[in-house]
């Protein structure tokens, strides 16, 4: 007689279902994707969705982090760690999210912000918040280490370079989920791009810098 197995094991791939919550969510954001949706789109039911991440801010907190090491998350983080200049690397981070943002596999623009424009629960408004607030400091630090090492003039102000940019990647992540095409970003990304590079080199913004 057979012997009966402990345990039933789990008849989905973690990873996979995790991937899928992280598009129903980047897409619908947080209030809006309920457990119903959520077991909808990872073709499982409840006490499975349950057993594997918890509730269902925990399956987002998993998503956000699975997003933070995938897909748009990580293109910051190496565009500021491997160029050479402040300069350099914010004009790689527009012009990949520009491409980023509209990429035919995944949702419109940034997870972090569409969901930080939408959400109303303390906890993800403090979560989305924070993860902003990171992404400006790395920014601004990385500004300032150009600042101190005298490749940029000693009166550039990092925390408002890194605002600037700040704002026009969530401009360009906006216009993204309202439709915008990859070329009309990248035509904003190269505008921004000279912008910034004309403030943190004290031009004028059109000059020539010749």
């Known amino acids: 007689m057979a ?8 008849s989905f791939d973690r990873d996979e279902a995790l991937e899928k919550a992280l598009h129903a969510f980047w897409q619908h954001g947080y209030e809006a994707t309920s457990v119903a ?40 983080d190496r565009a500021l760690a491997e160029e050479p200049t402040a300069v350099a690397a914010f004009t790689r981070i527009l012009r990949e999210a520009a491409v980023g943002y509209t990429a035919p596999d995944r949702p419109r623009g940034c997870m972090v912000l569409s969901v930080g424009v939408s959400a109303t629960t303390p906890e993800v408004v403090a979560k989305m918040r924070e993860l902003r607030a990171l992404n400006l400091a790395v ?5 300032q280490a150009d600042v101190t090492a005298g490749v940029l003039p000693p ?12 704002a026009v990647l969530q401009g360009m992540s906006a216009q993204a989920r309202d439709g915008a095409d990859r070329e009309l970003l990248q035509r904003v990304a190269e ?3 000279a ?9 004028e913004v059109g000059a020539s810098g010749a």
């Open 195 to 203: 912008g910034f590079a004309a403030a943190a080199e004290g031009r």
């Open 139 to 143: 920014m601004t630090a990385r500004v």
């Open 155 to 166: 009166g550039t102000d990092p925390e408002k370079l890194a605002t600037y940019a700040g």
């Open 191 to 193: 505008v921004a791009a």
């Open 3 to 10: 012997t009966k197995q402990r345990g039933r094991p789990r």
């Open 37 to 76: 949706d959520l077991t909808r789109v990872l073709g499982i039911g409840a006490p499975s969705l349950y057993a594997a991440f918890g509730d269902k801010k925990a399956l987002f907190d998993a998503a956000v982090e699975a997003y933070a090491t995938s897909h748009n998350g990580t293109f910051i």
